[in-house]
């Protein structure tokens, strides 16, 4: 799935931190390019893994610290994962960087605090289109959501030759 990715365009790292239980730890750098489409890799993962974590971006805005949106749990694995993390148009349009955090959750964490886990890392990637791809868009006359409507479509018909579990879909938007 992710070499299909590949060749529409590359991927830049925002960062790689090991998420800390019950607290915020940011990736650094900022996303970009405006695009929805992120590249999550777990190492260091282990089978005795208990936790999971949250993921949620963030803007400075004035000084402030703006959150935005949901938050995405992700649930530790061998390997990697392509995420679609929306970005509102209200702060594309201010073209604000978007910085994200990680937070890092146990079910029993609140009950028992002599709660261990085994550290892992996660490392995150932000898409880039090639210049050629935004050009190819910007000839049909589509918008530049249209590289995430192409992403989406990609892992789809990869999901129905793999047999993989279907994401749910949302209702058409009303005419």
């Known amino acids: 799935m992710v ?3 590949d060749d529409l365009g590359t991927w830049q790292e925002l960062g ?3 998420p800390q239980l019950g607290q915020f730890t940011s990736f650094g750098l900022a996303a970009t390019s405006g695009f929805n489409t992120f590249r999550v890799i777990w190492e260091g ?6 936790t999971f974590c949250f993921l949620r971006s963030y803007f400075i805005r004035g000084g402030s610290i703006v959150t935005e949106g949901k938050w995405q749990k992700l649930y530790p694995k061998i390997g990697e994962e392509i995420l679609f993390l929306e970005f509102s148009p209200e702060f594309q349009l201010q073209q604000l960087e ?3 955090e990680v937070e890092k959750w146990a079910k029993w964490y609140k009950f028992n605090r002599g709660f261990t886990d085994p550290n892992y890392q996660l490392r995150l990637l932000e898409f880039i289109p090639y210049p050629e ?7 049909t006359a ?3 959501q249209a590289i995430d409507q192409i992403t989406a479509s990609v892992i789809e018909s990869l999901r129905l030759n793999f047999d993989l579990p279907e994401q749910p879909q949302l209702p058409p938007p009303p005419p």
Do not use: G, K, M
Not at 45 to 50: E, L, M, R, S
Not at 133 to 139: G, P
């Open 45 to 50: 993962f282990t089978p005795d893994v208990q």
């Open 98 to 100: 978007r910085y994200f």
């Open 16 to 18: 790689v931190v090991i």
């Open 133 to 139: 791809t935004i050009a190819a868009i910007q000839e």
């Open 142 to 144: 589509l918008q530049p």
């Open 3 to 5: 070499a299909l990715l």
